[in-house]
T-cell receptor, first 115, second 111 residues
Framework: ETGVTQSPTHLIKTRGQQVTLRCSSQ?????VSWYQQALGQGPQFIFQ???????GRGNFPPRFSGLQFPNYSSELNVNALELDDSALYLC??????????????FGPGTRLTVL | QKEVEQDPGPLSVPEGAIVSLNCTYS??????FMWYRQYSRKGPELLMY????GNKEDGRFTAQVDKSSKYISLFIRDSQPSDSATYLC???????????FGTGTRLTIIP
């Protein structure tokens, strides 16, 4: 167990709706990263937050947004859902140190289905 | 062209065999290399973490990095049915950067 939890486990939404996914990082981990994993693909980086500020973003449109809170919890929000947003959404936490030993630990993911 | 290429398999081998999993990459700025194991419907679990070129061994697992060839490998000795999973290579540049993953190789160990 990595100590990283995510909720909900599964979610079904319809096209055009909005969704909020939640993550609870390991205590002491100041960085949270979110990834999207489509079926049969590796995880793709969405964005990263460090101490409640966005610290890097991948090739995802602005309708993907996030928040990080002081209590090591974070959210991924997706507006105007599209069918292609169906995927496993993973959060990963790390200390946020620019050292070789800093490692990202993943939660179990939230499986989102958009109909 | 993807930054990280990984054969998606599937790969099936008999129990006890040596498994070789590989990734190639194009970005010479990558310095940190990882292998994650992902069971069905679970999040990725870190197996091995290496820096720059060289070998690292942990139990039945050995990770190799050849930066001159932009090629990394994971070897699993004495493979067990419990090793059946998808294996993802991942890499990153200096600092707490995003991880760039391969597509994953689905491995099945046949008892």
């Amino acid at each position: 167990e990595t100590g990283v939890t995510q909720s909900p486990t599964h979610l079904i939404k319809t096209r055009g709706q909005q969704v909020t996914l939640r993550c609870s990082s390991q205590s002491g981990h100041n960085t949270v990263s979110w990834y999207q994993q489509a079926l049969g693909q590796g995880p793709q980086f969405i964005f990263q937050y460090y101490r409640e500020e966005e610290n890097g973003r991948g090739n995802f449109p602005p309708r993907f947004s996030g928040l990080q809170f002081p209590n090591y919890s974070s959210e991924l929000n997706v507006n105007a859902l599209e069918l292609d947003d169906s995927a496993l959404y993973l959060c990963a936490s790390s200390y946020g140190l620019a050292t070789s030993t800093d490692t990202q630990y993943f939660g179990p993911g939230t499986r989102l289905t958009v109909l | 062209q993807k930054e990280v290429e990984q054969d998606p398999g599937p790969l099936s081998v008999p129990e006890g065999a040596i498994v070789s999993l590989n990734c190639t990459y194009s970005n010479s700025a990558f310095q940190y290399f990882m292998w994650y194991r992902q069971y069905s419907r679970k999040g990725p679990e870190l197996l091995m973490y290496t820096y720059s070129s060289g070998n690292k061994e942990d139990g039945r697992f050995t990770a190799q990095v050849d930066k001159s060839s932009k090629y990394i490998s994971l070897f699993i000795r004495d493979s067990q049915p419990s090793d059946s999973a998808t294996y993802l290579c991942a890499m990153k540049r200096q600092g707490n950067e995003k991880l760039t993953f391969g597509t994953g190789t689905r491995l099945t160990i046949i008892p």
